[in-house]
C-alpha cells in the first residue's frame, strides 16, 4: 500500500492562488500621460473639448494600457447606454438575417451598438430576456412581433425605454412600429394563385403565431373565392426544408389533387421543391410552389421560387432611425410605419 501522507512530518502546504489580473482604470492611464483622471474621461468622452497635444497624449496612453472604458459607469451619469438591444425569435433561420444586419450598421452610424437576443417562439421565453435587458436600461429595444404577455407589455411600458416592434401591425403598439401586415399577405397570396389558374391550394406553415394568421386570411380567401377549404400542415418553428419535404409527402398522400402550395418560409418552400423532383412532379405545371422571405437563394433555384418579399433593410434602418431619433429627443411623426410586401414572381409558379 502506498502512504501519501507528507513525509518527515512536513505539513501540506495549499496551492498558491492565482492572482487576479489588475484592470486597467482610468487613473492609470492619467498617470502614464501625465494629466488628470478629469481630463482622461474627456478625452474619451468628448474628445473635441480636448487640445490636440493633450488628446494625443492620452490616445498613447490609452493604446499602451489597452484601456477600455466603463461604459455603464458613464452610462449611469448621463442616463444613457448607447446600448440597442433586439430579440429575434431564431438566429437558426436566415429570415430576420437582412433585418439585423440593416439595424447593426445603421445603429453605428450614430454611435450605438447591438445587442442581440434569441427569444424563440413562447411569450415566456421573451419575458425573461426582457427581464434581464430592461434591467440593463439600453437606450433602446426592437422587438420581432406584437403578440408579447401581458407582464411583458406592462415591464416595456412601465420601464420608460423607447420600443420599436417589428415584423407585424397593430393599430396600437407599445410605443412604436416598422412591419407589415401578415393578415394581407395570406389574402394577397390566394388572390395571386387564383388568378393564375390554381384551385386546389394548401398550405405548408410553421406552428408559430404570424405564420397562422397569414394562413388564417389564406383560408378566408379562398371560402370568398369560393374554393374549398386549404388543408394546413403545420410543422415546428423555426421551419427547415426537411419539414417541407416530409410536408409534401402529407399533403399529396391526404389530399392527391392539390395544385398549389403556400409555404410559410423560403427554406419549406425549397423542401418541396426537392421532394417534387424526386417524385417526378413537375413545378409549376402540376404543382405551383410559393415561399415567402425572398431569401438569396430563391433567385437561384431551378425553378427559380416565387415568393414574398420584405424589405428586412428597410425594417432594420427605420427601426434605428426611431431609436436615435426618440433617444435625441425628435418628434416622431409616425409611430406605425406600414412598408408593406412585393410578391416577386418567378419560375414556380
Known amino acids: 500500500m502506498t502512504d501519501s501522507r507528507p513525509k518527515n ?27 488628470s483622471a478629469m481630463t482622461v474621461s474627456r478625452a474619451v468622452n468628448t474628445p473635441d473639448q480636448v487640445p490636440a497635444a493633450t488628446l494625443k497624449k492620452v490616445q498613447d496612453a490609452v493604446a499602451k494600457t ?23 425569435p431564431t438566429l437558426a433561420g436566415p429570415v430576420f438575417m437582412e ?23 413562447a411569450n415566456s421565453r421573451e419575458d425573461d ?94 371560402a370568398k373565392l369560393g374554393l374549398a377549404p386549404p388543408p394546413i400542415h403545420l410543422v415546428p418553428a423555426p421551419t427547415s426544408l426537411g419539414s417541407g419535404r416530409s410536408g409534401l409527402r402529407t399533403l399529396l398522400a391526404e389530399h392527391p389533387d392539390i395544385d398549389a402550395i403556400f409555404c410559410s418560409s423560403d427554406l419549406l418552400a425549397l423542401g418541396v421543391l426537392i421532394e417534387a423532383q424526386a417524385q417526378g412532379i413537375d413545378v409549376p405545371g402540376r404543382l405551383a410552389v410559393m415561399g415567402f422571405g425572398d431569401l438569396s437563394l430563391a433567385r437561384d433555384l431551378h425553378p427559380a421560387l416565387t415568393t414574398v418579399r420584405i424589405d428586412g433593410t428597410r425594417i432594420g434602418r427605420q427601426a434605428a432611425q426611431c431609436i436615435v431619433d426618440r433617444a435625441q429627443g425628435r418628434q416622431i411623426e409616425a409611430r406605425v ?10 419560375a414556380s409558379v
Request: with cysteine; net charge positive; charged share 20%.
Open 9 to 35: 512530518n512536513q505539513p501540506t502546504l495549499p496551492a498558491p492562488q492565482r492572482q487576479r489580473p489588475h484592470s486597467v482604470t482610468v487613473s492609470d492611464v492619467a498617470r502614464l500621460a501625465g494629466v
Open 66 to 88: 489597452g484601456y477600455v472604458p466603463n461604459l455603464l459607469a458613464g452610462g449611469l451619469r448621463s442616463s444613457k447606454s448607447r446600448l440597442v438591444a433586439a430579440l429575434v
Open 99 to 121: 433585418t439585423i444586419q440593416a439595424l447593426t450598421a445603421a445603429l453605428a452610424e450614430h454611435g450605438y451598438q447591438l445587442m442581440l437576443g434569441q427569444s424563440g417562439y
Open 129 to 222: 430576456l426582457l427581464s434581464a435587458i430592461i434591467g440593463r436600461r439600453p437606450d433602446g429595444i426592437v422587438l420581432t412581433g406584437i403578440m408579447h404577455s401581458i407582464e411583458g407589455r406592462r415591464r416595456l411600458l412601465a420601464a420608460g425605454i423607447p420600443v420599436v416592434e417589428t415584423w407585424d401591425l397593430t393599430p396600437t403598439p407599445i410605443d412604436m412600429l416598422v412591419g407589415f401586415s401578415h393578415t394581407e399577405v395570406g389574402r394577397s397570396v390566394c388572390d395571386y394563385l387564383h388568378a393564375r389558374g390554381r384551385r386546389h391550394l394548401a398550405v405548408i406553415g410553421g406552428d408559430d403565431e404570424r405564420s397562422h394568421r397569414r394562413n388564417q386570411a389564406f383560408v378566408e380567401a379562398a
Open 337 to 346: 410605419m406600414d412598408i408593406g410586401f412585393t410578391i416577386i414572381e418567378r
